[in-house]
């Protein structure tokens, strides 16, 4: 039996009868002969026949010989093809998937998006996500992460102060978990060093191009730190290392797109709070969008980095776990992560100690029913521990210029969009 060959390894069959299977991207009927174009995952193959050509997105199998051509796709294509049809599509796609451009608007994309997805140019940014958390996993793995799974469903609603989804829990009221903070932290009293990728959910009433209600989050947390200068020392090379797997599994993808990888400095720059008060000169206790974007331009400027770390920020603005900094407790052990002019992580060193714990939330009136679940982990003993939160549509949409941040995710939730 024939068994299938992928487009991309055409090349190391020539000459030979092969089977190649996918969908019909293109097809162009001359008077004396017809090019069929076939679509699999890894490229386009081009098929000559004299026969009749089914339509396009028709899913084919194709047996032929494999001849060099330099004009074809790959530089080889099949001739004397024997073409089956396993299946053929009862409409047209909403626009031609065989165009250079995509002809369409982004509503009819994504209101179309099982199928609008299979053209390249929109397919690619998913590439490069898929690529990136395989960087990210692979990179903790190596650094003695062990990645875990925790709760969507919540029981309280205390996590940070978002709105929340809240849902019917077998007659109980429970909730769409905002991020797995807490449970990230209760685990690092079990493995030490953990993460997770999976989604977390935010009912705030944005309406922006960086913004989704459900969205995927690269978490990280690590015990026995010092300080949250360490936390950044892991998001450094957390990052490098996604960089490195985007470069190695979907380099043709960033080629289609046209974009490039930014380089991460061996010790990505570093500014306090205070310090981007005074270069922006806001005394705001936080950075506005467009401080951000000053901030980022500023680092390439003076330090040639696409990334900023900014250190520091008043505790007024960060939630109750975060450690305050010992020198100056009005700001925190925390940080954001800039990557061309945007918000790309939030981090920093957590409370360890039971009874800080108390007093911090005691602090903002709160008492501790709510939290006892979590509060088990610190009655037992934790370590200095701290992490960060990343989220991937974010970073995907600055590394290849989406303007909305709905082009890098395959079926985003939004304010107004629940389907498909």
């Not at 076939?38 to 081009?46: H, I, K, S």
């Not at 709070?273 to 206790?285: D, I, K």
């Amino acid at each position: 039996m024939i068994s299938r060959v992928m487009s991309a390894e055409l090349a190391e069959h020539a000459g030979q009868r092969v089977t190649i299977a996918g969908w019909v991207h293109r097809r162009r009927q001359l008077k004396s002969v017809s090019f069929l174009v076939v679509r699999d995952r890894t490229g386009l193959a081009q098929v000559v026949t004299a026969g009749d050509l089914p339509g396009e997105e028709s899913v084919v199998e194709v047996t032929g010989t494999l001849a060099a051509n330099s004009q074809a796709p790959g530089g080889f294509e099949l001739v004397s093809p024997e073409i089956e049809v396993v299946s053929e599509p009862c409409a047209a796609p909403p626009f031609d998937l065989y165009r250079p451009v995509v002809g369409a608007a982004l509503p009819t994309i994504l209101d179309h998006a099982p199928v609008a997805l299979r053209h390249p140019l929109l397919k690619a940014p998913l590439e490069i996500s898929a690529a990136s958390v395989a960087g990210f996993r692979e990179t903790l793995d190596g650094l003695g992460f062990t990645e875990v799974h925790t709760p969507k469903i919540v029981a309280s609603a205390t996590e940070s102060g978002a709105n929340v989804f809240g849902i019917d829990y077998f007659g109980r009221p429970a909730y769409l978990a905002q991020s797995p903070q807490f449970y990230k932290q209760a685990m690092v009293g079990v493995f030490e060093r953990v993460y997770e990728v999976g989604p977390v959910f935010r009912a705030e009433p944005h309406d922006t191009v960086r913004h989704l209600a459900q969205y995927t989050s690269l978490d990280a947390e690590l015990g026995f730190i010092q300080d949250h200068r360490e936390v950044m020392a892991v998001l450094r090379e957390a990052v490098a290392g996604m960089l490195e797997s985007v470069r190695r599994r979907a380099g043709a993808a960033l080629d289609l797109l046209g974009r490039t990888l930014p380089e991460v400095p061996a010790e990505i720059p570093a500014m306090h709070f205070t310090e981007a008060q005074r270069l922006t000169g806001s005394p705001e206790p936080d950075l506005s969008p467009a401080q951000e974007r000053w901030l980022s331009e500023w680092a390439l400027r003076e330090h040639g980095s696409e990334f900023l770390y900014v250190t520091g920020y008043p505790m007024s603005k960060r939630p109750f776990y975060t450690h305050p900094d010992p020198a100056r407790p009005g700001y925190s052990n925390g940080f954001d992560l800039l990557f061309r002019g945007l918000e790309l992580v939030t981090g920093g060193q957590r409370l360890h100690r039971y009874a800080d714990y108390l007093e911090a939330l005691a602090a903002r009136g709160e008492g501790t029913e709510a939290y006892e679940g979590y509060l088990q982990a610190f009655r037992y003993g934790m370590p200095p521990h701290g992490g960060f939160a990343l989220g991937l549509e974010r970073w995907t949409a600055r590394l290849t210029g989406a303007a909305n941040i709905r082009q890098t995710t395959a079926f985003p939730r939004d304010l107004h969009r629940l389907s498909p």
